[in-house]
């Protein structure tokens, strides 16, 4: 009888362990996303630089399209800050505007290694950025800066969510988890 107990008791163990990766904040700290430039009716990539999330900005450029990458393409000044959870672009000087042709913006994407996102929220002093010029998948997000002129000390912050049970959630499921062991370990008796 204390054996199959243990037993039961192991698999109520076990399979907790495997369902509580799910249950688990998302992340982005120290994973590696990707950060676009789009630009075009549909947007296609015409810089982009693979940065690992980490403390300080990501992605500082001077301006005056000096630099690699994505800093080749920067008119204006501007910082690129990944959080836990945050995709932030700060401009430091601003001179020009983003061409109103078609897509202009950024692309974060790889976001998935750092979790199950559900949504976003959009933070911002740009005059004309709203959440009708964010797409959001659970992978990626697209900011649309299309026709927007930036001032210096403008800046953008979209802060992603999961869905992250409460943990009388997680109580209720293990004490569900055990009960079927007890009445499993019954039935075997």
Do not use: H, K
Request: some cysteine; glycine content about 10%; hydrophobic content about 45%.
């Amino acid at each position: 009888m204390q054996r199959s107990l243990a037993r039961a008791l192991a698999t109520c163990a076990l399979t907790a362990a495997a369902v509580s990766p799910a249950f688990a904040a998302s992340d982005l700290t120290g994973r590696a996303i990707d950060v676009n430039w789009d630009f075009g009716a549909t947007p296609v990539s015409i810089a982009e630089r693979t940065v690992t999330v980490g403390a300080g900005p990501e992605i500082q450029c001077a301006g005056g399209t000096v630099g690699p990458d994505l800093c080749a393409f920067f008119v204006d000044g501007a910082t690129i800050d990944l959080g836990a959870n945050t995709l932030s672009l700060s401009i430091d000087s601003g001179t020009s505007s983003w061409t109103a042709a078609g897509f202009n913006g950024y692309e974060f994407s790889n976001l998935s290694s750092g979790g199950p996102w559900t949504g976003y929220s959009l933070s911002t002093s740009f005059a004309g950025l709203d959440a009708s010029r964010v797409t959001f998948t659970p992978d990626a997000v697209w900011v649309n800066m299309q026709g927007i002129t930036p001032i210096a000390g403008e800046s953008f912050t979209i802060t992603l969510s999961s869905a992250v049970p409460e943990p009388s959630q997680v109580a209720l499921l293990l004490a569900g988890l055990a009960a079927v062991a007890c009445v499993a370990r019954r039935r075997r008796v």
